[in-house]
């Protein structure tokens, strides 16, 4: 007589969150709300005091438009699962994920024979999971897939346990007290790293911006002016950290998207949404502390920056053209914040020349995200309000505001500002060259599909772009 497989394998059972996706649902759909209106967060708290988890879960999943498709599976887990499907196993997705979003999981994989999930009143995790599966199954009668501490009490109620991307910790403890089936491990030290990517070091090259107004005041060898300077460049560094978290959170769905922004670790799924909630904060607190021992313009500037960056986040980016204005006022910033804490007299010259020549950057960002669309046969940005035939309109303002910059630069060499500054100052004019060949190669190269999506990225990884660098820094030191 034939034994059937249920008596061969019983049910298995398995969580969403952290499990089966490499992201907390929640999460995710929080931060969906919160891009949609920062209000929400203020409703969300309302909910979770007056209804617990259960009814924050249920109230945010009722407003919003979450997509499946997109979430970071675990494709491994996923690949053995389809496996024990087709040997004829029953699987169930068993979450305390809210019901509404763990249906439209399952829709979506055709995988499940059924859900259980929380609903508006019940929280279903740990023991009351556990006490759930027990009603439907038996105790004994299930194995259970998942991933943290508190599945323990389901796992002591199943017949085995498969755990998913568990600390070493838990898969001892587990395997000291029960009966585990298998194990996924997480991958070792890709946590730290993950975290160092998502801080986006090489994106604190552009912070020397800070510098720039103690240079161009020839107030180098003032070392309390420098030390002034290189505190304040430690707390933009630390403060651009946490908008870059920020920002990733924000922005998961498009970056899904996207080639290689796919990549970044909350997108991919390498880090915890959880992680990142704790260290955006932390390490704005830390910005903040290191801004309180400078002047208070350095502490408006700063703070104008966290506010001007997050709403570039939530909402700014998505607008057709302010965006790129956002982006040259960020980089101007830089520059306004630097002059506050090292107390100079910001340049009109200077402001001018940032603005067009960061909006020229900032149009050559957005065309590089253009082209590579169209090289993909897409029409429109993911997040963003631009399509593939409005390249050549931009085009035409990112060279019109490039060569507008070098327009500034020689105005300001031919005014008697630039006497008391340079020995020299005829020798400057080199710079109005070296500028105007540095900004029609960027464009020919973004033209040509040459272009990383991030010009700063390009300029400090080019070779041309660096020896240009090097020779206008010998027509500065030249003209003095």
């Known amino acids: 007589m034939a034994v059937s497989a249920r008596v061969l394998a019983p049910p298995l059972c398995v969580d969403l969150d952290g499990t089966l996706i490499r992201s907390d649902v929640l999460l995710e759909s929080l931060l969906l709300l919160i891009k949609r209106n920062p209000l929400y967060l203020i409703l969300a708290v309302g909910w979770l005091l007056r209804g617990g988890k259960a009814r924050l879960k249920a109230e945010t999943a009722a407003?919003?438009?979450?997509?499946?498709?997109?979430?970071?599976?675990?494709?491994?887990?996923?690949?053995?699962?389809?496996?024990e499907r087709t040997a004829g196993r029953e699987i169930w997705l068993c979450t305390a994920a809210n019901v509404q979003l763990a249906e439209k999981v399952a829709q979506h994989l055709d995988l499940f024979d059924g859900v259980i999930a929380s609903d508006a009143r019940v929280n279903l995790a740990g023991k009351r999971k556990a006490e759930q599966l027990v009603e439907r199954f038996g105790h004994g009668a299930f194995?259970?897939?998942?991933?943290?501490?508190?599945?323990?009490?389901i796992w002591r109620c199943a017949r085995g346990a498969i755990i998913v991307n568990g600390p070493p910790a838990l898969e001892r403890r587990a395997g000291s007290e029960l009966v585990v089936l298998r194990v996924f491990p997480a991958a070792e030290g890709k946590r730290f790293r993950a975290i160092l990517r998502a801080l986006r070091p090489h994106q604190w090259a552009k912070n020397v911006l800070v510098l720039v107004p103690l240079f161009t005041a020839h107030r180098v060898g003032d070392l309390s002016a420098l030390a002034s300077g290189m505190a304040a460049v430690v707390a933009f560094c630390l403060c651009a950290s946490s908008v870059y978290l920020l920002n990733d959170m924000l922005d998961l769905e498009a970056d899904r998207g996207h080639p290689r922004k796919s990549k970044r670790p909350f997108a991919a799924g390498d880090l915890s949404l959880a992680t990142g909630l704790a260290l955006a904060p932390a390490l704005l607190a830390a910005a903040a502390l290191i801004a309180a021992f400078l002047p208070g313009k350095f502490q408006l500037s700063l703070a104008a920056y966290y506010v001007l960056t997050f709403a570039y986040s939530v909402k700014l980016k998505r607008m057709l053209l302010v965006d790129a204005v956002a982006l040259a006022g960020l980089y101007t910033l830089?520059?306004?914040?630097?002059?506050?804490?090292?107390?100079?007299?910001?340049?009109?010259?200077?402001?001018?020349?940032?603005?067009?020549?960061?909006?020229?950057?900032?149009?050559?960002?957005?065309?590089?995200?253009?082209?590579?669309?169209?090289?993909?046969?897409?029409?429109?940005?993911?997040?963003?309000?631009?399509?593939?035939?409005?390249?050549?309109?931009?085009?035409?303002?990112?060279?019109?505001?490039?060569?507008?910059?070098?327009?500034?630069?020689?105005?300001?060499?031919?005014?008697?500002?630039?006497?008391?500054?340079?020995?020299?100052?005829?020798?400057?004019?080199?710079?109005?060259?070296?500028m105007l060949y540095w900004i029609s190669r960027v464009w020919m190269t973004a033209h040509r599909g040459g272009m990383h999506d991030d010009p700063v990225v390009y300029a400090l990884r080019d070779r041309v772009s660096l020896g240009l660098g090097l020779l206008a820094a010998i027509t500065v030191a030249v003209a003095i």
């Open 143 to 153: 194995d259970y897939c998942g991933n943290e501490w508190r599945d323990l009490a």
């Open 63 to 83: 407003r919003v438009v979450l997509n499946p498709a997109a979430l970071p599976y675990n494709k491994e887990l996923l690949a053995w699962l389809h496996g």
């Open 334 to 434: 830089r520059i306004i914040a630097g002059a506050g804490a090292v107390t100079v007299a910001l340049s009109f010259w200077l402001l001018l020349f940032s603005v067009f020549l960061f909006l020229s950057l900032a149009f050559v960002k957005r065309y590089a995200e253009l082209d590579s669309l169209r090289r993909q046969q897409r029409l429109q940005a993911l997040g963003r309000g631009y399509r593939v035939e409005d390249l050549a309109v931009l085009q035409s303002f990112g060279t019109a505001a490039g060569y507008l910059s070098v327009l500034v630069l020689a105005l300001y060499i031919n005014s008697p500002d630039i006497e008391p500054l340079y020995h020299r100052p005829k020798a400057i004019w080199m710079l109005c060259v070296l």
